[in-house]
Nanobody
């Protein structure tokens, strides 16, 4: 099993920055991809950014050039650096890791961007 714990959310003004952190524990050797997702009220959860064990990254079009996903020295934690935040970035942010037939999720952290 894998446990994921997010931290770093909060309230920020438009144009500001936040850094989210996702610490994994348990069978972390089984994780090949880690992703940051978000879910705004009334909307479906969407993938924001992902990073593979080899370091490849991909981003949703809406955050390209503003968000960066990266890892610590030992590939843990996984961070999401969010710059030039917009009110439409307001959501609960989750880290997630697909492992075999399972998809593990953290508890989520609220990000609120005021205009």
């Amino acid at each position: 099993q894998v446990q994921l714990v997010e931290s770093g959310g909060g309230l920020v003004q438009a144009g500001g920055s936040l850094r989210l952190s996702c610490a994994a524990s348990g069978s972390i050797f089984s994780i090949n991809v880690m992703g940051w997702y978000r879910q705004a009220p009334g909307k479906q959860r969407e993938l924001v950014a992902a990073i593979t064990s080899g370091g490849s990254t991909n981003y949703a079009d809406s955050v390209k050039g503003r968000f960066t996903i990266f890892r610590g020295v030992d590939k843990n934690p996984v961070y999401l650096q969010m710059n030039s935040l917009k009110p439409e970035d307001t959501a609960v942010y989750y880290c997630g890791a697909p492992v075999g037939p399972f998809h593990y999720w953290g508890q989520g952290t609220q990000v609120t961007v005021s205009s």
